[in-house]
């Protein structure tokens, strides 16, 4: 589904990405680890086109995507999530999922002749039925802000399933959320590899690693190999640290 052919990025001459190919394989769970500073954020904001790459390629579906913006990456189907999330804070939790959809009235035909009201009772209704999975439709009437952390966690992933998301990358998903939550928005991912495909950044390594397909080890920039002294001792010191 996604493949990275030598990508590389350059900060001021350092090479923060040193030639990545990796692949990702329809509805599974892959997994990016690494210690800090081994360019696995670095990677992910090149992939959906927060930063542009220096040199080689990305493509989904086989399709070129190399360097397009943002915007033009998410109507492709890819969506990403951040370390701390930003959800629009005063708003409902519906209302923040209801705005990762295209709004149906914000067209004037559909406007003059309120083709929209079916199609606004449509998401209305999806919304719920994935709050009722993500265990967050008794907050629907809750303020964003007032959630706690996993929440907004299982809340970004709802927004991205708002969007159809055909491959949800996510940076740090369980930062700073309990084992036992960890565990569920865990489980939770993997039910959904039916109907999208996961990237995930993590270091929790010791909760995650029950539940990936496979696991990709970054250092300094670069992919370790499979059975390597590098990739083993990056598992070993996320492992036992």
């Not at 299982?154 to 998301?165: I, K, Q, S, T, Y």
């Given at each position: 589904m996604l493949v990275t052919k030598n990508?590389?990025?350059?900060?001021?001459?350092f090479k923060a990405l040193d030639g990545v190919s990796i692949e990702v394989e329809p509805n599974k769970l892959t997994l990016i680890m690494g210690p800090n500073g081994s360019g696995k954020?670095?990677?992910?904001?090149?992939i959906t086109g927060f930063y542009r790459a220096d040199r080689g390629h990305v493509y989904f579906n086989g399709?070129?995507?190399t360097n397009k913006p943002p915007h033009e990456i998410y109507k492709r189907g890819i969506v990403r999530t951040f370390q701390i999330p930003?959800?629009?804070?005063k708003l409902s939790v519906l209302e923040n999922m209801l705005i990762a959809v295209?709004?149906?009235g914000e067209d004037i035909k559909e406007c003059i002749f309120r083709r929209w009201e079916d199609r606004e009772g449509e998401i209305?209704?999806?919304?719920?039925?994935?709050?009722?999975f993500l265990g967050l439709d008794d907050l629907w009437n809750t303020e964003a802000w007032k959630l706690s952390g996993g929440q907004l966690k299982?809340?970004?992933?709802?927004?991205?399933?708002?969007?159809?998301?055909r491959l949800i990358i996510m940076d740090e998903p369980l930062v700073g959320v309990n084992p036992?939550?960890?565990?569920?928005?865990?489980?939770k991912l993997v039910a959904l590899k039916r109907y999208t495909t996961f990237l995930i950044v993590e270091h929790r390594f010791e909760i995650i690693s029950g539940h990936v397909d496979s696991i990709k080890v970054m250092v300094n920039g670069r992919i370790a190999e499979d059975g390597s002294d590098e990739y083993r001792e990056v598992i070993e010191m996320l492992c036992f640290r």
């Open positions: 990508l590389s990025k350059f900060f001021d001459g954020t670095t990677l992910i904001n090149t399709e070129e995507i930003q959800p629009l804070k295209d709004n149906p209305v209704e999806k919304a719920f039925e994935l709050l009722e299982l809340l970004e992933v709802g927004r991205a399933l708002m969007a159809d998301a036992n939550l960890a565990q569920s928005i865990l489980d």
